[in-house]
C-alpha cells in the first residue's frame, strides 16, 4: 500500500532537478541521471598543501612556500561552476539534503587513495555560520561530512565552533584573507587525533586555514582537508 501511494504521489507531483528543471524519475537522487552523467571533477595539477590550481602537483604553491598552511595535505573535487555549483548551492540554501550522500560519496573518493587516509582518525566539518544555524542546525559541510565519514567507516565528531560574524559569502579576495586567526575554537577532544576536515567550497583558504589552525592549536596529531569544490571567483558563491 505504501509503495502504491508514493508511486501516486511521485507521479502527480514529480520533484525537479534543480539544476535543469527536468522531472526526476522516480530512482534519481538530488538531480536527473543526465546532469549527474554530467558532473565531473576538476582535472590539471593543484597544489598539494592547499588545493588549489598549480602547475606542479609534486611541489606546494608560491602561496604555502610563502606561508605553509596547517593542515598537511587538502584535495578538492571540482569546480564551483555548472551542475555542481547548482547543486551545492541547492544543498546549502534550498534544503535538497538528498544531494549530500551522493556528492559526499564523490568527495571521499578522491580522499580513498591519499597516501595519508588510512591515518585519520576521525573526521569533522567546518561549522556555519552561527545566524544560519538558527536556521538550519546541519549545515552542507556537516551533511558532507557525515556521507563521507559513512563512505570511507571513519567516526564524525564535533570538534570546532565558530565565532564572530564574519560571513566569507560574497566577499572580495582581499576581505577574506583578513578572516580573523580566532574564528574558531575547538575541544581537548581534537589531541592527539587525525583530522580529516571537510568543508563545501573553498576560494582563498582562508577558512580551512583557520579552521585547521584551531586544531592544530587544541594538539591535534596532523590535519587533512578535503572540500568539495574550488571557486576561483569568489563572486559566484552564494
Known amino acids: 500500500m505504501e509503495g502504491m501511494l508514493a508511486a501516486a504521489v511521485e507521479a502527480l507531483f514529480p520533484g525537479l532537478c534543480p539544476h535543469c528543471e527536468q522531472p526526476l524519475p522516480g530512482g534519481s537522487r538530488g538531480l536527473c541521471d543526465a546532469c549527474w552523467a554530467s558532473l565531473v571533477p576538476r582535472v590539471g595539477s593543484a597544489c598539494p598543501r592547499c588545493g588549489v590550481p ?3 602537483p609534486s611541489d606546494a604553491c608560491l602561496g604555502c612556500l610563502r606561508s605553509a598552511p596547517p593542515q598537511l595535505a587538502t584535495v578538492v573535487w571540482g569546480e564551483h561552476d555548472g551542475v555542481l555549483r547548482t547543486a551545492i548551492l541547492s544543498l546549502k540554501h534550498h534544503r535538497r539534503d538528498d544531494l549530500a550522500q551522493p556528492l559526499g560519496f564523490r568527495l571521499a573518493a578522491v580522499v580513498a587513495p591519499a597516501s595519508w587516509a588510512p591515518s585519520i582518525d576521525a573526521i569533522c566539518s567546518v561549522p556555519s555560520h552561527p545566524l544560519r544555524r538558527f536556521r538550519r542546525p546541519w549545515a552542507a559541510a556537516d551533511l558532507l561530512a557525515f556521507s563521507v565519514g559513512r563512505r570511507l567507516d571513519k567516526p564524525v565528531v564535533k570538534l570546532l565552533r565558530r565565532h564572530g560574524l564574519h560571513r566569507q559569502a560574497g566577499r572580495s579576495r582581499a576581505r577574506r584573507l583578513e578572516l580573523p586567526r580566532r574564528s574558531f575554537s575547538t575541544s581537548r577532544r581534537a589531541r592527539g587525533l587525525t583530522i580529516l576536515l571537510i568543508d563545501d567550497v573553498t576560494t582563498t583558504g582562508s577558512t580551512i586555514r583557520r579552521a585547521s589552525e584551531a586544531l592544530v592549536r587544541a594538539g591535534a596529531e596532523a590535519v587533512y582537508c ?13
Open 54 to 56: 598549480a602547475d606542479d
Open 226 to 238: 578535503a572540500v568539495l569544490a574550488h571557486a576561483p571567483d569568489s563572486r559566484r558563491i552564494s
